[in-house]
């Protein structure tokens, strides 16, 4: 990418010059976003919008006609739909990647066996956010459907309209369990980790990167997205590390 950038014209006049550069960003990795704008806005002058929302909502947006500039879905699925809604929109990478885990208030007992033929009897309700839109709950329904506990399970689901309400849910005592991303549980005071769900059983949860317009000051946000600082506080919430073959240039 930094080739590209020094191969462009900082100088050529634009009616977009002075145009803040809008991010929509899925909520589990908001306020990584949120931060490197605000260091952003410190270093270069440029104005950073930053909307975050679920992935299905920010997708919606985006087909409405919404002003953005780059796109951060919480799936491959949703940054897919993106790039078909747009002749200008290209994928840039891969920002972060992220692994399921299943919370409950500190009390809960053992650790989940997710070797057993059916899912804790204990578990009456379940938060997870909603399988029919939003990636946590996919990722979770097909995880629970290669484990073999998804029949069981589904009337027991409570959905959510995004993984930060999954995790209230379970921080408000109104569901026994959730799952949630583990980037989540930082942030979280009053849950504890009782089971990580193995990769294998969903899709690699990863956060692509689609730019949808393309000018100077967008190219050098997506430049700090990609830098060392960005990549270091993704691994201190927890984050998994992308591929370079995949990562942001």
């Not at 976003?33 to 920010?58: C, D, I, N, P």
């Not at 069981?152 to 995790?167: F, G, H, K, Q, Y």
């Not at 960005?230 to 590390?241: A, D, I, M, Q």
Request: hydrophobic share 45%; glycine share 8%.
């Amino acid at each position: 990418m930094a080739s590209l950038l020094a191969a462009c014209d900082r100088g050529e006049a634009s009616e977009d010059r002075n145009a803040p550069v809008v991010v929509l960003v899925a909520s589990s990795l908001g306020e990584i976003v949120e931060e490197v704008a605000t260091r952003f806005e410190a270093s270069t002058g440029t104005e950073v919008r930053v909307h975050v929302a679920g992935s299905s909502t920010l997708g919606r947006q985006v087909f409405a006609g919404a002003g953005g500039d780059i796109c951060i879905p919480a799936d491959r699925k949703w940054a897919e739909l993106v790039l078909r809604s747009s002749p200008t929109a290209s994928l840039v990478g891969h920002l972060a990647g992220n692994r399921l885990v299943v919370v409950g208030l500190d009390g809960v007992d053992a650790m989940i066996d997710f070797d057993d033929a059916i899912p804790p009897a204990d578990w009456r309700r379940v938060a997870v956010a909603d399988p029919g839109h939003v990636p946590a709950g996919r990722y979770a329904r097909a995880a629970f459907e290669s484990i073999g506990w998804w029949e069981p399970l589904e009337p027991r689901v409570v959905p959510a309209i995004d993984v930060r309400a999954a995790l209230r849910l379970v921080e408000l005592g109104a569901t026994d369990v959730g799952v949630v991303y583990a980037t989540d549980v930082h942030a979280a005071t009053s849950v504890g980790v009782h089971g990580e769900i193995a990769p294998e059983h969903h899709d690699p949860i990863v956060y692509p990167v689609v730019r949808l317009e393309a000018r100077p000051e967008v190219d050098a946000f997506l430049e700090a997205l990609g830098d060392d600082s960005t990549r270091k506080l993704l691994e201190s919430r927890g984050f998994r590390t992308i591929d370079s073959t995949e990562a942001l240039p």
